[in-house]
């Protein structure tokens, strides 16, 4: 049975930094975009990153360039995300999803995205 479980969420002060960590079970990932989604109080859903399975080509959204990292270990069938220089506009409860089929683009979109995980909450106070 294919689940998506994310962690490493938690409350941190402006500035600081988060290492998300999303395990995957039930399917090899290795033929498979992931990707990393954030979702705020009253927002839609948002593309974060995503890191392509062929060559690990990483991409990632403007609000993210910089300041966080995507990687993935397909011997332990995980992907992180490591976000540093937190700012209170990233608090939002953060998803990892797989993709279908391997593409990554920078128009990160959750379309083709058909698992998710239940999300970790990414809180960032002033």
């Known amino acids: 049975q294919l689940r998506i479980v994310e962690s490493g969420g938690g409350l941190v002060q402006s500035g600081g930094s988060l290492r998300l960590t999303c395990v995957v079970s039930?399917?090899?990932?290795?033929?498979?975009?992931m990707g990393w989604f954030r979702q705020a109080p009253g927002q839609e859903r948002e593309g974060v990153s995503c890191?392509?399975?062929?060559?690990?080509?990483?991409y990632y959204a403007d609000s993210a360039k910089g300041r966080f990292t995507i990687s993935r270990d397909n011997t332990k069938n995980t992907v992180y995300l490591q976000m540093n220089s937190l700012k209170p506009e990233d608090t939002a409860v953060y998803y990892c999803?797989?993709?279908?089929?391997?593409?990554?683009?920078?128009?990160?979109?959750?379309?083709?995205?058909?698992?998710w995980g239940q999300g970790t909450q990414v809180i960032v106070s002033s």
């Open positions: 999803a797989a993709r279908g089929w391997d593409y990554c683009s920078g128009d990160i979109r959750t379309s083709g995205f058909g698992s």
């Open positions: 890191i392509s399975a062929s060559d690990g080509t990483t």
């Open positions: 039930g399917f090899t990932m290795d033929y498979y975009s």
